[in-house]
């Protein structure tokens, strides 16, 4: 997996490649706009990180360079900038997701690889299956080992994120981000009260758990190998 | 005042357009005045030559040579008619009667108009040759008869009408010409003391105000609307300038606290373990301080009003039922019951992301101060006019001393170790509620604490900026407690 950083500030920049190189990908790094813009259409990255704010050039339009060329690389944006409307802005470019500065190294790692393998899915699934796990999309009815689990709505939403984003890490802030729309985060962490839940509903009564905590980084949801 | 500066406004052209059309339609009338006298005179001195010369050849044709003659005689010393001329010349030009010595012309045709200049006989009273107009007339004798008056006292008149009418119009003129160039001087040094007031504005003298004069003309009231908008610049400058402030001041010390942690784990024994426990706090306290840090940018944001902008039409009652659905399963977790009461329809021009916030920072503080097998809540009511969010719990509650107090940044009450808090989450509240034009209001929810907001819903309710200032001015008056929830 080859990934392509576009980030001007040395410091930065020598601490997103030695994170990245050691979750094994390949990492390229130019400080320059124009230069990210030449490398991303002559050469197949599988993702890139772009910084919001480069000097010289916006990383937006860079983003939207890049989109009219027909280059449909996932991008991740990075920014100091961490209004709503700005994160509205960045999508609105094309960039497929976008981290306000400072991060957690850990959510960094969580949201490359949740873009990754977006890049890989092919048609809309109608059935999400996770070992004996299985989500109809359709009936919007969840089994496991053939018995039904009763889930209301929100859990259902959040049971769905895990399994599209199985075997990955998600953290806290991802699933706040795509289950509830929030871009803030609450003091107390309501998140974990909701995973225990639906831990109860989905791992309780079966030999094997399927929700993992990842210590320090967020929750997994993957068969046992 | 440099002239040029008047040439170059748009006040002086229009006044020189406006006195171009005013000149010319000047003009007009006194044309017609001139027309009318000075054109009749002349007129009126061919009439009159006419009328004499036909009375005169009558008298030829009644009383013959001598008749003619005697008539001129009479005529040129008739002491009443001093402008008459006359003058019977034979053929050859040698004058036989009348009051000119001389025949006064070269040439000798009937019916010709001549005009020359005489010094007439018996004139005494200037030196100056006095201007005859004069018809010649041919008798059946080959006589001719010269009959003319004497234009000089009409062409005296003739010029003083019209050097009169020259200096109506020059005066005219100049009046306007003066008027515009005074009227744009005015104009031009009131946009001056805007021009002036801004500049200084620019070169950092904030609170200078454009004067007003009180005459409420057009200029006072562009005066009052910059007045207005530099007033609301101010005020976001200020509390911008009172965010980054605090910012600074609020996360000094938990920065110094990181830095003596790191410090204090360099000078232990270099032992991997207490390495990674001197880390790990160090990662911990930096999450705190970025949560702090992220609270005070969001309150920056509400705080400032530029987020009014970026304001939708929102249900309300949607937004909290989202928290509600997110903080029910910790609530019922820790023993406490949580009561929603939602009405529909409570439609209100607002930012989900920071209500939600707001709203989540109430639930949150209820749930962390209430103990087990209370009640939390919340209630959304939809009124005609406003909508009214309240949310109660049954914890300690807050003294009415403490009320303002709690709403300012880093205020925690009651000290209590157990509970984790930045003290950010009420100012952050606060800071929403004035975004969204809201009343804050604590009070007792018998035991415990009941927050109130009131959020205007009819665009007439939306309360005028000016107020909407002076309640954010008192806040930064910490000595004026509960500032926010009495307005």
Redesign the interface.
């Known amino acids: 997996m080859r990934i392509l950083v576009i980030e001007d500030d040395p410091q930065t920049a020598l601490y997103l490649r030695k994170g990245l190189e050691e979750g094994g990908y390949i990492v390229d790094w130019t400080a320059d706009g124009r230069d990210g813009l030449f490398m991303a259409a002559s050469e197949r990255y599988d993702l890139i990180v772009a910084d919001r704010m480069l000097p010289g050039t916006d990383g937006l339009s860079i983003i939207k360079m890049l989109r009219s060329q027909g280059i449909r690389t996932p991008i991740l944006v990075l920014s100091a900038l961490?209004?709503?409307?700005d994160r509205v802005r960045g999508l609105e470019a094309g960039a497929d997701d976008y981290l306000v500065k400072?991060y957690?190294f850990s959510e960094l790692i969580a949201r490359v690889e949740a873009l990754l393998r977006r890049g890989s899915a092919t048609a809309p699934d109608t059935v999400l299956r996770v070992g004996d796990l299985e989500m109809n999309l359709l009936a919007r009815t969840v089994t496991r080992g053939g018995r039904a689990i009763e889930l209301k709505p929100?859990e259902f939403r959040l049971l769905e994120y895990l399994m599209r984003h199985a075997d990955q890490v998600v953290t806290r802030t991802m699933l706040l981000e795509a289950v509830?729309d929030?871009?803030?985060?609450?003091?107390?962490n309501?998140i974990d009260?909701?995973i225990s839940?639906l831990r109860q509903k989905i791992d309780k009564g079966f030999g094997n758990a399927l929700l993992h905590t990842v210590r320090g980084a967020g929750y997994s949801l993957r068969a046992a190998s | 005042m440099p002239l040029p500066k008047i040439f170059q406004t748009s006040t002086f052209r229009f006044s020189l357009v406006n006195l171009l059309v005013f000149g010319v339609s000047m003009i007009i009338p006194f044309a017609f005045v001139y027309s009318s006298t000075v054109g009749s005179i002349d007129t009126e001195t061919n009439a009159a030559i006419g009328a004499e010369i036909r009375a005169l050849s009558e008298d030829y044709e009644r009383l013959g040579h001598q008749g003619l003659i005697d008539e001129i005689t009479e005529r040129a010393n008739d002491p009443t008619d001093k402008d008459a001329i006359y003058l019977l010349a034979d053929a050859s030009l040698k004058p036989l009667a009348g009051n000119l010595s001389i025949w006064p012309s070269e040439t000798a045709k009937n019916g010709q108009w001549v005009q020359f200049s005489i010094d007439k006989v018996g004139d005494e009273d200037d030196s100056a040759p006095d201007t005859v107009r004069a018809q010649i007339f041919k008798l059946p004798g080959n006589e001719l008869l010269l009959i003319g008056r004497d234009i000089h006292e009409r062409r005296l008149v003739q010029r003083r009408i019209t050097v009169a009418l020259g200096w109506a119009l020059a005066i005219t003129l100049g009046l306007g010409l003066t008027g515009g160039v005074l009227m744009s001087r005015y104009m031009l040094r009131r946009v001056d003391v805007i021009t002036q007031t801004s500049r200084m504005i620019v070169d950092g003298a904030l609170s200078r105000r454009v004067p007003v004069r009180g005459t409420g003309d057009e200029f006072d009231r562009l005066a009052e609307n910059l007045n207005q908008m530099l007033d609301q610049i101010e005020h976001l400058m200020m509390s911008m300038r009172t965010v980054t402030d605090s910012i600074a001041h609020d996360l000094r010390s938990p920065l110094t606290h990181l830095k003596g942690r790191i410090e204090l784990a360099l000078r232990g024994a270099p032992d991997t373990q207490s390495y990674r426990q001197a880390l790990e706090s160090a990662v911990a306290e930096t999450?705190r301080i970025?949560?702090v840090f992220?609270s005070l940018?969001?309150m920056a944001?509400a705080e400032s009003g530029v987020g009014r902008t970026?304001l939708a039409s929102l249900d309300l009652g949607a937004v909290a039922a989202?928290v509600v659905?997110?903080?029910e399963?910790?609530a019922e977790?820790r023993g406490l019951t949580m009561a929603a009461s939602i009405d529909s329809g409570a439609v209100l021009l607002g930012?989900r992301?920071l209500l939600?916030?707001a709203i989540?920072?109430l639930v949150?503080n209820a749930?962390?101060y209430t103990p087990s097998g209370g009640t939390i809540s919340l209630s959304i009511e939809s009124e005609p006019n406003f909508v009214r969010l309240t949310v109660g719990d049954n914890g300690p509650g807050v003294a009415p001393a403490d009320r303002g107090r709690v709403l300012e940044r880093f205020v925690r009450i009651g000290h209590d170790p157990a509970i984790?808090?930045?003290g950010l989450?009420l100012s952050l509240v606060a800071a929403v509620a004035r975004l969204h034009r809201a009343t804050l209001e604590l009070g007792d929810n018998n035991p415990g604490l009941r927050v109130t907001l009131v959020f205007p819903t009819a665009p007439s309710a939306f309360k005028p900026p000016e107020l909407w200032r002076a309640e954010a001015e008192i806040k930064q008056k910490p000595a004026v407690k509960s500032a926010i929830a009495n307005t």
């Not at chain 1, 929030?182 to 107390?188: M, V």
């Open positions: 961490g209004q709503v409307d400072p957690a929100r509830w929030y871009h803030f985060d609450p003091q107390t309501v009260v909701h839940r | 999450d970025l949560a992220n940018i969001e944001k970026e989202d659905d997110l903080y399963p910790v977790e930012n992301q939600a916030q989540a920072n949150d749930i962390k984790s808090g930045s989450g």
